[in-house]
């Protein structure tokens, strides 16, 4: 007789999790999520309607996103290596580090700005506020609507198909 191991999937990444010996695991709304690491736990915090919306994240097409990242502080070095940082991460694309900037595409499927902006800020680099504050905020804002929307696609979702005539 073979012992039967329970296993679950990682909803962000989709790794095969034994459950008996996971040690990170949530309750979302009434069920049991199992993460290979603390960046999958996060993910899933961050916009669990992703993962666990009536489309899943490996059927919704790349979104790019392309922003221009104001700073507030320009140490030359603290740039460099927070670009490089950055460019790490799982979902970037790229990082082009200027004066006072850092330049990011991202795939939002993969990661969001505030995850970004994390990364940068442990960096020790600081963000332009005032107008720039503001823009970030509404990019953040927009960000999580957009996965939403992504996650559960509405009657009123843009659809690339024909409507279905009946009859
Ligand atoms: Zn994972």
Same mark, same amino acid.
């Given at each position: 007789?073979?012992?039967?191991?329970?296993?679950?999937?990682?909803?962000?990444?989709?790794?095969?999790?034994?459950?008996?010996?996971?040690?990170?695991?949530?309750?979302?709304?009434?069920?049991?999520?199992?993460?290979?690491?603390?960046?999958?736990?996060?993910?899933?915090?961050?916009?669990?309607?992703?993962?666990?919306?009536?489309?899943?994240?490996?059927? *919704?097409?790349?979104?790019?996103?392309?922003?221009? !990242? %104001?700073?507030?502080? #320009?140490?030359?070095?603290?740039?460099? +290596?927070?670009?490089?940082?950055?460019?790490?991460?799982?979902?970037?694309?790229?990082?082009?580090?200027?004066?006072?900037?850092?330049?990011?595409?991202?795939?939002?499927?993969?990661?969001?700005?505030?995850? *970004?902006?994390?990364?940068?800020?442990?960096?020790? !680099? %600081?963000?332009?506020? #005032?107008?720039?504050?503001?823009?970030? +905020?509404?990019?953040?804002?927009?960000?999580?609507?957009?996965?939403?929307?992504?996650?559960?696609?509405?009657?009123?979702?843009?659809?690339?198909?024909?409507?279905?005539?009946?009859?």
């Amino acid at each position: 007789m073979t012992k039967a191991v329970t296993t679950s999937r990682d909803p962000v990444c989709g790794m095969a999790i034994e459950v008996a010996r996971s040690s990170r695991f949530i309750t979302y709304r009434g069920m049991l999520y199992h993460f290979c690491s603390a960046h999958c736990l996060e993910r899933f915090n961050d916009i669990p309607a992703l993962y666990t919306g009536s489309q899943r994240i490996a059927d *919704i097409l790349p979104i790019p996103k392309r922003r221009k !990242l %104001r700073l507030a502080n #320009g140490n030359e070095s603290d740039i460099q +290596r927070a670009g490089r940082r950055v460019g790490e991460m799982i979902g970037v694309i790229s990082v082009i580090t200027g004066k006072n900037q850092l330049l990011v595409e991202y795939d939002l499927r993969k990661t969001i700005l505030s995850q *970004i902006e994390a990364v940068a800020t442990a960096e020790s !680099l %600081r963000f332009k506020d #005032g107008f720039h504050g503001f823009r970030r +905020r509404l990019w953040k804002l927009a960000e999580a609507n957009e996965l939403e929307n992504a996650a559960h696609p509405g009657p009123g979702a843009c659809c690339n198909r024909p409507p279905v005539r009946l009859r």
